[in-house]
């Protein structure tokens, strides 16, 4: 029987996996509402007994009435909160509850009213499907099925991301399965499939991510390995796979909301329109990143995302030289706090937090902050990339070094490359190799053309290492994306904390040229 959906203003009740999705992200919701909620939902608008809750609820089990008023308490609390969110439980005296607000139902992606096949709700989702097991080898059921259980788990880190249930997508295991169908039946937008194949002592796993609304394939990747110790195999492959899915996500996403009019996208939508803009490096893109932020934001006050981001792009501005960083940092510092404050299991606002305090010279509470986004996903590339650099900007480069070797081994194929490659090149400056600085800050640039501080780093290295014509170029170029830039703007704004680095860094800049 093809699973069932009901959604309520911008709501998706999933009674099969267990999930409450506000706006495609997860909600956080007790057992016992969960189940009323879905006893209202499948007789809306009919009048249900208090005893008849509470045998739902707490399946005969002797329990205070107040039990069940404290949970209707929390799902009107809960419903409310929502956008537009008013009045959806109505009491009635003396007898129980009746839920008052439109519902509709969707059953295998179709809505029962229109017959019409229903894209899944607006934020990303995605099912896990049970891995295959090509190797003949029955004991290897358990490692694909392990491998499974570790992806699934690992991306439920991902708060944003709404992750089907183990239970749900094991009713598919072993057969054929149409993924376009599987999704329709889960709700979910994408959908992860993949195999394990044993030969000798060598292990393969397969892995691909299809976008299920087209059918086209986002990703796929295969990993090789010596199959000698199993689990830590396993924990690696599933650490790869969730940090490179990140990513792909966003870019999928991003290409789902391009070209939409803004009357029809969302808060979500708004903010993955943002995010390739950020990583360019460019103030034009920036400032448009920032306009779909803003309009994020307005129509979510509270978007934790939307938040962090903003943050990132307020003091990437002042890093850049595009604006005073006394003018920033406040606004920076206020969207980052708001992002914790408000949901502070979400890696993203402690990452747009400790980047804020690593540009303003504070590296012990940055990486604090870093340290936190990477305790909530050890997988978080980008994490570790920014732990990486404010370690370099601290001076402790060879601590950077080994955070930015996680994170090119966590997601190798990563759309950040340009901003890994400057932190590499940051490090390998402050520890005295300024050919090798030269080396990566020149492939940054030749990604991000407008990388500002790519570019300055680039100079005051080649510079350093006497390599004048590539110095001169260099800061040329450098001139041209922050004509104000001297001595005194990297004494005052650049975020070496070192006294002596920071004298080193102007060095190599006037050896360049520079005034």
């Known amino acids: 029987m093809a699973a069932q959906r009901f959604v309520i203003g911008p709501f998706v009740l999933n009674p099969e996996t267990g999930t409450l999705l506000l706006e495609g992200a997860p909600v ?35 329990v205070e009435e107040t039990n069940l008023t404290v949970q209707i308490a929390a799902l009107r609390k809960l419903l409310a909160s929502a956008p537009g969110g008013g009045e959806w439980i109505a009491t009635v005296p003396r007898v129980g509850y009746r839920f008052v607000g439109p519902v509709r139902r969707l059953a295998g992606g179709k809505d029962e009213d229109t017959g019409a096949l229903q894209e ?5 989702s995605i099912a896990v499907l049970p891995f295959a097991n090509l190797s003949g080898d029955p004991e290897q059921e358990y490692f694909a099925d392990g491998i499974v259980e570790d992806m699934i788990a690992g991306l439920s880190r991902l708060r944003w991301l709404a992750v089907i249930a183990r239970n749900s997508t094991y009713a598919y ?21 993949g195999s394990v194949r044993k030969q000798a002592d060598r292990l393969r796993v ?35 796979v969730v940090a490179s899915i990140e990513p792909q996500l966003y870019e999928a996403e991003n290409r789902r909301f391009r070209g939409k009019p803004p009357e029809s996208i969302d808060a979500w939508g708004f903010v993955m329109r943002a995010m390739p803009h950020i990583w360019t490096w460019d103030e034009q893109e920036s400032e448009t990143a920032r306009a779909d932020l803003t309009q994020a934001i307005a129509i979510d006050p509270h978007y934790t995302r939307a938040h962090s981001l903003l943050a990132w792009a307020y003091i990437t501005g002042a890093h850049m030289g595009w604006v005073p960083h006394a003018e920033v940092f406040s606004r920076a510092v ?44 050890p997988s978080f590339a980008l ?15 060879e601590d950077g070094l080994r955070h930015l070797a996680t994170a090119l081994r966590l997601s190798p194929r990563d759309p950040h490359q340009a901003l890994y490659l400057s932190a590499c090149a940051l490090c390998h400056f402050v520890a005295g190799r300024y050919e090798e600085s030269v ?16 570019w300055r780093t680039l ?44 004298a080193i860094y102007v060095r190599g800049l006037r050896a360049a040229g520079l005034q």
């Open 28 to 62: 956080s919701v007790g057992y016992r509402a969960f189940v009323l909620l879905t006893a209202f939902l499948d007789r809306p608008g009919e009048v249900l007994s208090k005893s008849d809750l509470m045998d739902a609820a707490w399946q005969g089990a002797a």
């Open 120 to 124: 899944p709700e607006s934020g990303p």
């Open 173 to 193: 295991k072993g057969k054929s399965v149409d993924v376009r169908q599987v999704a329709a039946e889960l709700g979910v937008r994408y959908v992860l499939e």
């Open 206 to 240: 397969t892995s691909e991510l299809i976008d299920a609304s087209s059918g086209t394939h986002v990703w796929a990747e295969r990993y090789d390995a010596a199959a000698t110790d199993l689990f830590a195999v396993q924990d690696e492959i599933t650490e790869n």
């Open 334 to 377: 206020e969207a980052a706090r708001h992002a914790v404050e408000r949901d502070g299991e979400d890696p993203w606002g402690h990452l747009a937090l400790g980047f804020v305090h690593m540009l303003s010279r504070q590296s012990r509470t940055a990486i604090d902050e870093l340290g936190e986004a990477l305790w909530l996903n």
């Open 383 to 397: 994490g570790h990339t920014a732990l990486g650099a404010a370690h370099g900007f601290a001076g402790r480069s």
């Open 439 to 454: 080396f990566l800050n020149r492939r940054a640039v030749q990604l991000r053309p407008r990388f500002t501080s790519a």
């Open 459 to 502: 100079t005051a290295a080649a510079g350093l290492a006497g390599d004048g014509e590539v110095a001169s170029a260099a800061l040329a170029e450098t001139r041209r994306l922050q004509p104000d830039l001297s001595p005194d703007w990297v004494e005052q704004q650049y975020p070496l904390v070192r006294p002596e680095d920071r």
